[in-house]
């Protein structure tokens, strides 16, 4: 297990501290989410189940709920800045490599708003409902951003001829 987590370390460490940084700007705080994230990651190792979610998904998963949690202990708004799917630490294998720069890119024209809002319902699973409660926002207003958002991605990726 040992050798795993070292492996693991050595692959996610800096991918990890670049997503982290680029959502808290306190190096210090960054610093101290990144040692949270792995050592949940260690702890949790024997818990991963590679039938439920890739190892960069389970990683990217519990970073991206470690800075939440960081917002949440302090009272700040996160701010909406989700440029994950375009990152190799986020991208699943779920679709043809040829398109996830293509869907990158269609996300790259969403409000940062509604780019989080898509990235936090259909990669992190979250609800519209805790959606709304983590952006400090109505359920009503998450719905109607989810619903702009994917009229827009469905137009851009039309646009590039890809398949949804």
């Known amino acids: 297990m ?3 987590y070292e492996q693991i ?4 460490n800096e991918k990890v501290m670049n997503y982290i940084r680029s959502r808290v700007y306190n190096i210090q705080d960054a610093e101290d989410i ?18 439920k979610a890739s190892i960069s998904t389970w990683i990217y998963t519990i970073t991206h709920n470690k800075v939440i949690d960081f917002y949440r202990v302090h009272h700040e708004s996160m ?10 630490l986020a991208y699943d294998g779920n679709i043809s490599d040829g398109n996830v720069e293509l869907l990158a890119d269609a996300l790259e024209t969403l409000s940062e ?26 359920y009503n207003s998450c719905k109607q951003h989810h619903k702009i958002a ?13 398949a949804i």
Do not use: W
């Not at 609800?127 to 952006?135: G, R």
């Not at 994917?150 to 890809?162: A, G, T, V």
């Open 113 to 138: 708003k509604d780019k989080s809002i898509i990235v936090l319902y259909y990669y992190c699973n979250y609800t519209l409902k805790e959606i709304a409660q983590k952006m400090n926002i109505s």
């Open 79 to 88: 701010p909406l800045n989700m440029e994950v799917l375009g990152d190799e």
């Open 9 to 12: 370390y050595s692959t996610y």
């Open 34 to 51: 990144h040692a949270d994230v792995f050592e949940k990651v260690m702890l949790k190792m024997d818990d991963f189940d590679s039938s």
């Open 2 to 4: 040992q050798n795993n």
């Open 150 to 162: 994917l009229s827009n991605l469905r137009e851009n990726l039309i646009e590039k001829h890809i």
